[in-house]
T-cell receptor, first 112, second 114 residues
Framework: NAGVTQTPKFRILKIGQSMTLQCTQD?????MYWYRQDPGMGLKLIYY???????DKGEVPNGYNVSRSTTEDFPLRLELAAPSQTSVYFC???????????FGSGTRLTVV | DQQVKQNSPSLSVQEGRISILNCDYT??????FLWYKKYPAEGPTFLIS?????DKNEDGRFTVFLNKSAKHLSLHIVPSQPGDSAVYVC?????????????FGQGTRLTINP
């Protein structure tokens, strides 16, 4: 039972490069979320989706884009990487009516 | 604006004793509170939760207490075991535009000493 799978686990990007962080779930959950966690800070919501074809901004969406073409996948796109985007990124899912989230293991991104 | 705060970055407790982790929040609209446990290089895993209409919820060695008037919740672990060493993250949730949104604290690193 894979749950929530994030790839890659680690990545180093140069300023101005682009990349996509992948998130796939096999639990058939409706809701999916992207969070980032900076050192000493709580997780902050970047984008979320309540179902295929529907996405919305969270607290810190600038510099990111998402899409949700299927229930299973919720990729996060960085178009022009900046040092401020150095962080650990977590994808999470939840089911309608459930209060608990299931998290992936995270992607550690460094922009130099 | 840090709506959920964990003011202690770390806590060290002897094995067998009680561990008490604290969390404060500012938004009275939160309707559910959760504790997550996090190991290095892993995502947070759900531990225990409490509805805002309750003041206590217990699950084995873990008990969460909610004091709404003080906007404070705490997680008690009794007795503490070495496997409890991890980062504990407090979170609060409310429904916004049809979707539940979790707001997280910074986390407290708990170390259980043998």
């Amino acid at each position: 039972n894979a749950g929530v799978t994030q790839t890659p686990k680690f990545r180093i990007l140069k300023i101005g490069q682009s990349m996509t962080l992948q998130c796939t779930q096999d639990m058939n959950h409706n809701y999916m979320y992207w969070y980032r966690q900076d050192p000493g800070m709580g997780l902050k919501l970047i984008y979320y989706s309540v179902g295929a074809g529907i996405t919305d901004k969270g607290e810190v969406p600038n510099g990111y884009n998402v899409s949700r073409s299927t229930t299973e996948d919720f990729p996060l796109r960085l178009e022009l990487a900046a040092p401020s985007q150095t962080s650990v990124y977590f994808c999470a899912t939840s089911q309608t009516g459930s209060r608990g989230y299931t998290f992936g293991s995270g992607t550690r991104l460094t922009v130099v | 604006d840090q709506q959920v705060k964990q003011n202690s970055p770390s806590l060290s407790v002897q094995e067998g004793r009680i561990s008490i982790l604290n969390c404060d929040y500012t938004n009275s609209m939160f309707d559910y509170f959760l504790w997550y446990k996090k190991y290095p290089a892993e995502g947070p895993t759900f531990l225990i939760s409490i509805s805002s209409i309750k003041d206590k919820n217990e699950d084995g060695r873990f008990t969460v207490f909610l004091n709404k008037s003080a906007k404070h919740l705490s997680l008690h672990i009794v007795p503490s075991q070495p496997g409890d060493s991890a980062v504990y993250v407090c979170a609060a949730t409310r429904i916004i535009q049809g979707a539940q949104k979790l707001v997280f604290g910074q986390g407290t690193r708990l170390t259980i000493n043998p």
